[in-house]
């Protein structure tokens, strides 16, 4: 068989990868959308590297945009095989996959404006709504630790990643020739102490290893560290300072963790009430998707829920998904939290928030999550910066810009090395392949893992093919 990287090689975004045995059954490994670099990504997004059309399967680790974006997109060019993943990766993709077309069509709508202006050609969405709603059919579910059989060949398992809710790691046994090899994908691996989330669970034995390496190159905060400092931002920001105190957050899993976090700081007596807003329509019905499985939370979430059936609101938390409520909260002058997508800060409603408040010293900015070096998320953190282009515009950067790592959904290189010596032989394991993360974290993460003992670490570039 052959395993070829299609996405997230060198990057951290856009997750392909393709997997196709010696009698030609193609399974590809999530199916994940370039973000991060505006309309530049357009063109990357529409290479996919293979025929949609040749595909049987699709393996789902998680619902995040840059491992499922490109589904509808594949439907529309002509795929019609399965889609698997666990019961709360399709909910969320139900939800999230509309939105990303609707985004899409809003971007383009701008960037064709700009076309016109220009006298330049104009370009079509990659997909739009119809096409997410309609490939929401090809979707079947699998619970966590039950092995779910392909066919003859091919035999597969999720199990709980820790990275958000419904995320898994994908372990294959696929049997060629009378020969078993067992490949197991990590998508994205949850940190080993959540606010919210389970820890990543114990996975099957495997030869092949294909690992993300998004924070291969550093350590996280200690995580009740990242309580206090959230607390000590939103004090100065909001009682000290009487500003507003703006989180760019991703919408499913960052954003109900802040949350949960406030409210816990609320409920211990330790932070005074000040108005939050969630402005996101997505964040409000994801909210409702984490509320539906709350059972599969961790344990201090339901131990919270005996005492505070609602560990995701609280009396002065408000949930906005109206748009002219949006825009009265940029005129409006209360202290005040607003939690708002895109985490990067590349699009959504924050973005409006930040262009609006920008230039004000009572502003804070908090960073909560990844931002890939190119996004506005990631420029805005540079401290030598005096001004920056939003929505073509120049701002002065007068708000404060700054960060908690601990709030990161993936683990670091420590956490991930710890939690795969914990479940796996590594003798036994003949190759690893680092992906999902930038240049310099991969080959800082390869000399990690060797340090561990791992041993066959490659790093493989977009479009290799490797004969396994």
């Not at 924070?215 to 309580?227: A, I, T």
């Not at 310099?440 to 570039?461: N, T």
């Amino acid at each position: 068989m052959t395993i070829q990287f299609l996405g997230a090689a060198g990057e951290v975004t856009g997750s392909k990868h393709l997997i196709t045995t010696a009698s030609g059954k193609t399974i590809l490994l999530d199916c994940g959308m370039y973000q991060g670099k505006g309309m530049e990504t357009d063109a990357a997004n529409r290479e996919l590297g293979f025929d949609p059309k040749d595909i049987h399967y699709i393996l789902l680790s998680h619902a995040h945009i840059d491992h499922t974006g490109l589904v509808p997109y594949i439907y529309k060019l002509g795929f019609r095989g399965k889609i698997f993943c666990t019961p709360a990766t399709r909910d969320l993709c139900e939800l999230m996959l509309q939105d990303t077309a609707y985004i899409q069509e809003q971007d383009v709508r701008w960037y064709n404006k700009k076309m016109d202006r220009l006298h330049k050609p104009r370009i079509q969405p990659l997909f739009d709504t119809t096409h997410a709603r309609a490939v929401m059919k090809h979707f079947r579910t699998v619970d966590y630790n039950h092995p779910y059989r392909l066919d003859q060949e091919v035999e597969f398992c999720f199990t709980n990643s820790g990275h958000m809710l419904g995320s898994a790691i994908i372990s294959l046994t696929i049997k060629e020739n009378d020969e078993i090899k067992r490949i197991a994908y990590t998508g994205d691996i949850g940190r080993s102490y959540s606010h919210i989330l389970s820890p990543p669970q114990a996975f099957p034995q495997c030869d092949y290893l294909i690992c993300e390496s998004t924070y291969g190159n550093r350590l996280h905060d200690d995580v009740h560290l990242s309580e206090e400092h959230l607390q000590g931002i939103v004090e100065e920001t909001c009682m000290y300072k009487k500003g507003k105190l703006l989180i760019p957050s991703f919408s499913v899993g960052r954003t109900q963790e802040i949350v949960y976090v406030l409210n816990e700081l609320y409920n211990d007596g330790r932070l005074e009430r000040v108005p939050v807003y969630v402005d996101s329509p997505l964040s409000a019905n994801a909210t409702q998707i984490f509320r539906r499985y709350a059972d599969t939370l961790n344990e201090q979430v339901r131990d919270t829920m005996q005492y505070d059936d609602d560990p995701f609101g609280f009396n002065s938390l408000r949930y906005i998904t109206d748009l002219n409520e949006s825009k009265a909260l940029n005129r409006s002058q209360e202290p005040c939290i607003v939690i708002s997508s895109s985490g990067m800060l590349e699009a959504g409603r924050i973005k409006h928030h930040v262009s609006n408040h920008i230039d004000d010293p009572s502003t804070t900015i908090l960073i909560v999550g990844y931002c890939t070096p190119t996004s506005l998320g990631a420029r805005i953190q540079n401290p030598n910066l005096r001004f920056i282009s939003i929505f073509g515009y120049d701002h002065r950067i007068r708000a404060q810009v700054t960060k908690i790592e601990g709030f990161s959904g993936h683990g670091d290189y420590r956490e991930m090395i710890d939690y795969f010596t914990s479940c796996q032989d590594i003798r036994q394991i003949r190759k690893t392949f680092i992906v999902h993360g930038e240049s310099s974290a991969q080959q800082d993460y390869k000399d990690h893992l060797y340090e561990a003992g791992f041993r066959g670490i490659e790093v493989p570039q977009k479009g290799d093919s490797i004969e396994l």
